[in-house]
Nanobody
Framework: QVQLVESGGGLVQAGGSLRVSCAAS????????MGWFRQAPGKEREFVATISNNGGATYYTDSVKGRFTISRDNAKNTVYLQMNSLKPEDTAVYYC??????????????WGQGTQVTVSS
């Protein structure tokens, strides 16, 4: 089992920045790729970014490329999502997940409870 706890969400103005974190406990963190997903009200959960287990590879959805950066610190069992140039359409609950290096939610075995990010215009 892997337990995931997100933190760092909040309210920010459009154009601002925010960093969300996800702390993991339980089984070996470095054995999993980590992903960030988000879900806006009335919408399906969507992929945001993923990072391989050693941090050597990353992949982003097109809408966040150049604005968001995913990173991880295996010594701290933590994955981060740095979000810059935020837009109102980035407003969502952000979830981290542990699993396979993929954009598909079904390939992730463990999920956090989510953290709310709200971007005001």
């Amino acid at each position: 089992q892997v337990q995931l706890v997100e933190s760092g969400g909040g309210l920010v103005q459009a154009g601002g920045s925010l960093r969300v974190s996800c702390a993991a406990s339980g089984r070996t963190f470095s054995g999993y790729a980590m992903g960030w997903f988000r879900q806006a009200p009335g919408k399906e959960r969507e992929f945001v970014a993923t990072i391989s287990n050693n941090g050597g590879a990353t992949y982003y959805t097109d809408s966040v490329k150049g604005r968001f950066t995913i990173s991880r610190d295996n010594a701290k069992n933590t994955v981060y999502l740095q979000m810059n140039s935020l837009k109102p359409e980035d407003t969502a609950v952000y979830y981290c997940a542990a699993g396979t290096f993929s954009h598909a939610p079904s390939t992730y075995n463990y999920w956090g409870q989510g953290t709310q990010v709200t971007v005001s215009s």
